[in-house]
């Protein structure tokens, strides 16, 4: 088991034990749905409310190494705690603040990795996470779990938000994009580009 196999199946664990809602995000749930690619680290987004944080910051801290100096103020700040494990892998914790990020929590799915059952955030919830995104790497992610799980997903559940999400941010290529992608049989097919 690699280092970040251990990572994420401990971090997993942790947040069971723990009774915390979470659900891994990120490159390793674009592997489990996309296609896999090269990440150092291990992201969660979990589910804690306002007047836990400080609480769940300690026990996650007993456990895994805070990087900010004031770990309750950073994620109050930012809503990330950054953390390395012992065995030096860096995990971004992300607490959830969003409606929808509630939701996907309550979407994700169960996926066995190495003997153990992970929530990972959903297909279609991690192809509107990415599609909105400016980042090529993100957009080519998002375009990877639409051409890999063609067939599987829930258009009836995703297409109307990203159309939600294409006129909220008065990017109508958004959903031309997403469009574009569910017609395309070929890898490449829906190009383009991060302007």
């Not at 971090?11 to 723990?18: C, G, I, P, S, V």
């Not at 915390?20 to 296609?35: K, Q, S």
Request: charged fraction near 25%; proline fraction near 7%; glycine fraction near 8%.
């Amino acid at each position: 088991m690699t280092p970040l196999e251990e990572t994420l199946l401990k971090a997993a664990r942790f947040f069971q034990e723990e009774g915390i809602p979470y659900m891994l995000v990120g490159g390793l749930a674009n592997a489990v749905w996309g296609e896999p690619r090269a990440t150092v680290d291990v992201d969660f987004t979990v589910w804690v409310e306002e007047a836990r944080i400080g609480e769940v910051v300690g026990r996650i801290a007993r456990v895994f190494s805070p990087l900010p100096g004031d770990p309750v103020a950073f994620v109050q700040q930012t809503r990330v705690l950054p953390v390395e494990s012992q065995n030096g892998v860096r995990v971004d914790v992300i607490f959830g603040l969003l409606p929808f990020e509630r939701e996907a929590l309550g979407r994700s799915v169960p996926v066995e990795m190495a003997g153990f059952s992970v929530q990972v955030v959903s297909p279609e919830d991690l192809v509107l996470m990415k599609i909105v995104s400016e980042r090529v790497q993100d957009l080519e992610d998002a375009r990877a779990v639409v051409r890999r799980q063609r067939g599987r997903l829930d258009l009836d559940y995703l297409r109307p938000r990203v159309q939600e999400l294409a006129r909220l941010l008065d990017k109508p290529e958004i959903y031309e994009r997403f469009c574009l992608w569910l017609e395309s049989g070929n890898p490449g097919g829906g190009g383009f580009s991060a302007s």
